[in-house]
């Protein structure tokens, strides 16, 4: 049981991972201390998709599922919306660079846009 709530846990960590990583940037118009972890963390989701890279937590959430006794993905709401989200079964190298490039795309508008008002006021 301590096994699986770890898998969980750990997919629960990826997502928020990811979501911080698209629009943590967003997070800087109200905390500006937060650019010094989201930029690091854009770069690097970033990196892991331009290169075709496996996150770690992947393989760590891997591992505590075989540990559980599991084999896959199934049941639960977990389970059933949120690997879909991290794990697509059609993630192809032209999806991974096209969600690396948005990831870059987005990020960069908000930084600009942050910088714009920044020198405005």
């Given amino acids: 049981m301590q096994y699986w709530i770890a898998a969980q846990m ?3 960590l990826h997502l928020g991972f990811v979501c911080f990583v698209v629009l943590g940037g967003f997070m800087a118009w109200r905390w500006r201390w937060t650019v010094f972890l989201h930029i690091p963390a854009a770069l690097w989701g970033a990196i892991i998709e331009f ?3 496996i996150c770690p937590l992947t393989p760590l959430e891997q591992r505590l599922r075989q540990a559980a006794g599991q084999a896959g993905y199934s049941g639960g709401f977990i389970e059933h919306y ?3 989200l991290l794990y697509p079964s059609s993630l192809s190298r032209e999806a991974q660079i096209f969600l690396g490039t948005c990831v870059v795309v987005i990020n960069i508008a908000v930084y600009g846009w942050l910088i714009v008002q ?4």
């Avoid at 920044?118 to 006021?121: I, L, T």
């Fill in 10 to 12: 750990t997919v629960i």
């Fill in 118 to 121: 920044r020198h405005r006021r």
């Fill in 82 to 84: 949120l690997l879909p």
């Fill in 51 to 53: 290169q075709g890279w």
